[in-house]
Each structure stands twice: as structure tokens, then as C-alpha cells.
């Protein structure tokens, strides 16, 4: 195709469908770095030290909900709305305002040192480096959001590039020259962050030095306290499997538990990128009140994605042997219930995008806190008797619950505007989850049987091309 086609094709797309594409396209090669990176960290570090840096991720993400009450999402965005003739004063008071929580943050660990220590299993230096990650890197994340929000997204996705390129270079860099490898893994990623941070609080304080505006910290209080139940849930629901099989079966066991995880989850880029489409075009059918073909479009996507976990699950001793080294080998019987919630992951969205269109968000909160709820209880029942392995298949069942529940809401919610059962075909979208269980234990038993495991993958292959083919031009419809 020419140039001239092109930028006649492309060129006049609107500001935020190229936004989205970009942001797209950036996750994708993030993750991408983010996973080529994997063996090189598996074989420079022990299992044990492996675990050890899983465990601080783990840690980083929950401890950074309650350092930055996630202000830079859709707080942010708010913000910039409502107050739309400061909104370099909004960025500069919340970012002061994740300074604060912070440096409380780390007061409290000091105070409460011991308790802190047998809570997390992370020493006061690794706490620190949390805190200090979280309230420096905050300046980058902040500009960030505000560029999106502007569509300028050219920017994000260099800067987002060059970070996640620069870390792991470091990472190496020191893992090589310490014998104390995890924690110069940890250390890496705090230096780039805290350079990174510094210099986006120098340029998003030169426009307006205002730091605290109480009028802000407010708004921002008044709007992210009531959710964090759902951000901290939603961590939860996805990081607790590692704390609790660190604190019960130690971290050789997270180091296994966390590749198969990774590599099970692999597919939650596409995912994350399908959901974008689609949730748009979900909001304007509820809107028009037309039904048109979204319960057509939602069951040949799902199938999709169904076929592309079975895809994965029958490739994971590959992978794992790939990623990971013998120690590792192990992981391989957790793949696929992994990649099974992968399928789930990607059903709950649909659902609660009915629950954020008509604004009830108290319901996406009651399902995200009884879904980590149930996950910790069957996480601290299970593990113990069953290893690492048991975490696997707590994820897949919680994240079952998790679809059922915003499910269930939604035609609640849909049933009082009399219009339930008209977007989505829940009894044939679950059915699909059903056989992707049952496909999840057949490839298991493939494992044993090579033979049968290749008949397995090159039947996927052909499905999954057939349906890339005939879903590709849903996806440029529900895009426009």
C-alpha cells in the first residue's frame, strides 16, 4: 500500500482512536520486554532470590494503592474536568498529596517495625525503597495521565518505552556485580524510577509551584477513599497468591508460582486491548438502546480468546522451559489453570461496563472485595495442604466468582430498565469458560502424551486463524 493510502486511511482517525491504538501498541512491547526478560532473571538469580523480588512486587503494588489512593487513573481525568482552568495546579497538589501518604506510610513501618516485618517479610530497606518508588514516580505518572488526557500520546508511549527498557539494563548491570541479587534487582528499578519521578517533578512544578491546595486534596480524598475497597481487592485478587504461598511454602515456591503466572497471564495484553474496542461500543449500544450485533461480536470474541488460553496452556512446558531452567520445571502443571482465568479476566469487564454505565460502581466494589475475600479464605484452606499448586486453581475459581457476581449485577441492573438478557448471552459465555475447564484437564493429561499434545495445538492453531480472520473486521466496526 502507498504512503498516500495510508495517511488517507489513517491519517484523519480521531485523536482518541490513535490514542488507544498507541497505548496499545505500548502495553504490547512493554509486556513483550517485560517477558524476554524473564530468562535472563531466572538463570542469573536463584529460585529463592527470584521469589524474594516476585514478593516485593507483589508488596509494591498493594502499599502503593494506599501511597497514591491510585490518583492517577480516573481521579486524574476527573480532575482535569471539573477544574479544567488549573490543571497544572490539580497535578501539582495531587502529586504532594502522594507525597504526604507516602512519607506516612514509611513513618508507620518504622513505628511498627516488627509488625511490619512479619506482615510483609520485607526489611526496612525494602519498604523504603517502596515508598520513595511510589511518591517519586507518582510526577511521571501524573504528566502521564495528563498527556492522555490532552490525546498527546506520542510522548507517553517514548518516555513508557524508554523506562521499561532502562530498568531491566540496570537490573542486570547490578544483579551481576552483587552477591546480594534481589535486592539489587529492587534497587535498579528504584533508581530509574526515582530519576524518572525527579525529573517529572521538576517539569510538571514549572508551570505551577503551588503544592498544596486544600480544595484538591479534598476532592481527591472525597472521591478515591470510598474506592479503595476496589482497588485493594483488585490487587488483592491478583497478588495474594504469592504473600500467602511465600508466608506458607517460602519463596522458592513464589519464584515457581509467579513464571507460571506470568506465562499463564501472557494473554492479558490482548485482552486489555480487545476490552478497549469493545467497551466504547458497549457504552453506545446502552445508550441507543440497540442491540445490533454485540451478542454476536461478545461470543466470537470470547471464543477467540477462549481458543487462544487453550493455546497457551498446551505450549506451557515450552514455555517454561523456555523462560525459566530445570528448577523451574514444576510450573508447568499450573499453567493452565492460570491461562484458564485468563478467559475470565476478560468476561467480568464486559459486564461491569453495564455497572459503570448506569453508575453503579457500589456493585463493581461489593464484587471485587467478596472475590478477594474468597481467594484469601480458599488460599489459606488450600495451600497448605496442597503446595503452591492450590493457588492456581483459588485464581481460577475467584475469578469465576468475580464474573458471575458483575454478571449477576448487571442483569439486575438491566432488569429494572427492562431490558435484561438483551447485550449478552450469559448461559453460552460461561458454557465457553465450562469447556475451557474441561479442555484446561485434557491438556493436562496431554502432557503425558506428545503425540496427542501436537493433534491438541494444531487444531487450536487452525481455529484460532479462522477466527482472527472473521474477527478482525468486527473489531474495525465496533472501533469507529
Not at 181 to 202: E, H, S
Not at 299 to 306: E, G, N, P, Q, R
Not at 400 to 409: K, P, Q, R
Amino acid at each position: 500500500m502507498k504512503k498516500e493510502t495510508l495517511i488517507k486511511k489513517y491519517g484523519n482517525l480521531p485523536d482518541s482512536v490513535k490514542a488507544s491504538a498507541w497505548n496499545t501498541f505500548s502495553s504490547i512491547i512493554q509486556k513483550g520486554i517485560s517477558i524476554l526478560t524473564i530468562p535472563i532473571f531466572t538463570r542469573m538469580m536463584s529460585t529463592q532470590e527470584y521469589g524474594e523480588v516476585s514478593l516485593y512486587s507483589s508488596w509494591y503494588a498493594i502499599i502503593a494503592i494506599f501511597g497514591s489512593l491510585n490518583l492517577y487513573h480516573s481521579t486524574t481525568f476527573n480532575g482535569l474536568t471539573k477544574f479544567e482552568n488549573d490543571k497544572n495546579g490539580v497535578i501539582s497538589s495531587f502529586q504532594s498529596l502522594t507525597f504526604v501518604l507516602s512519607a506516612a506510610i514509611f513513618l508507620l513501618s518504622l513505628i511498627f517495625k516488627d509488625y511490619w516485618f512479619r506482615l510483609t517479610g520485607l526489611s526496612e530497606i525494602y519498604i523504603l525503597m517502596i515508598c520513595v518508588s511510589v511518591a517519586s514516580f507518582s510526577a511521571f505518572n501524573y504528566w502521564t495521565a495528563k498527556e492522555r488526557y490532552d490525546y498527546r500520546y506520542k510522548s507517553v508511549v517514548v518516555y513508557s518505552l524508554i523506562i521499561s527498557i532502562l530498568s531491566p539494563i540496570l537490573a542486570i548491570v547490578l544483579i551481576n556485580t552483587s552477591k546480594y541479587k534481589a535486592l539489587a534487582r529492587a534497587i535498579a528499578y528504584t533508581i530509574v524510577q526515582v530519576i524518572v519521578g525527579v525529573i517529572f517533578l521538576v517539569y510538571n512544578s514549572k508551570n505551577d509551584r503551588k503544592y498544596i491546595n486544600t480544595k484538591y486534596w479534598k476532592y481527591a480524598l472525597f472521591m478515591n477513599i470510598p474506592l479503595l475497597p476496589h482497588y485493594l481487592s483488585s490487587i488483592v485478587l491478583s497478588e495474594s497468591d504469592r504473600i500467602i504461598v511465600g508466608r506458607i511454602c517460602g519463596k522458592d515456591s513464589v519464584a515457581l508460582y509467579s513464571l507460571a503466572y506470568n506465562i499463564g497471564m501472557m494473554m492479558i495484553v490482548v485482552i486489555t486491548a480487545i476490552n478497549n474496542s469493545i467497551t466504547p461500543y458497549i457504552f453506545k449500544t446502552l445508550k441507543k438502546d440497540n442491540v445490533n450485533n454485540l451478542k454476536k461480536i461478545s461470543l466470537l470474541i470470547a471464543v477467540f480468546i477462549m481458543c487462544m488460553c487453550m493455546l497457551s496452556m498446551t505450549i506451557g512446558p515450552e514455555i517454561v522451559s523456555t523462560l525459566g531452567t530445570k528448577e523451574y520445571n514444576d510450573s508447568i502443571w499450573i499453567v493452565p489453570p492460570i491461562a484458564c482465568s485468563v478467559y475470565f479476566c476478560f468476561l467480568y469487564p464486559l459486564f461491569s461496563t453495564i455497572e459503570l454505565f448506569f453508575e453503579k460502581t457500589f456493585f463493581v466494589s461489593v464484587s471485587s472485595l467478596i472475590a478477594a475475600i474468597i481467594n484469601v479464605a480458599l488460599n489459606y484452606m488450600f495451600i497448605p495442604k496442597y503446595g503452591f499448586y492450590a493457588a492456581a486453581y483459588t485464581t481460577l475459581f475467584s475469578y469465576i466468582v468475580y464474573a458471575l457476581m458483575h454478571f449477576f449485577f448487571s442483569e439486575v441492573i438491566l432488569k429494572k430498565k427492562n431490558r435484561a438478557g438483551k447485550f449478552f448471552d450469559g448461559f453460552l459465555l460461561f458454557g465457553i469458560g465450562v469447556l475451557g475447564i474441561v479442555m484446561m484437564f485434557i491438556t493436562l493429561f496431554s502432557y503425558y502424551n506428545t503425540m496427542f499434545r501436537i493433534m491438541l495445538l494444531l487444531i487450536e492453531l487452525a481455529v484460532v486463524t479462522i477466527l482472527a480472520v472473521r474477527i478482525r473486521p468486527l473489531i474495525r466496526e465496533i472501533s469507529k
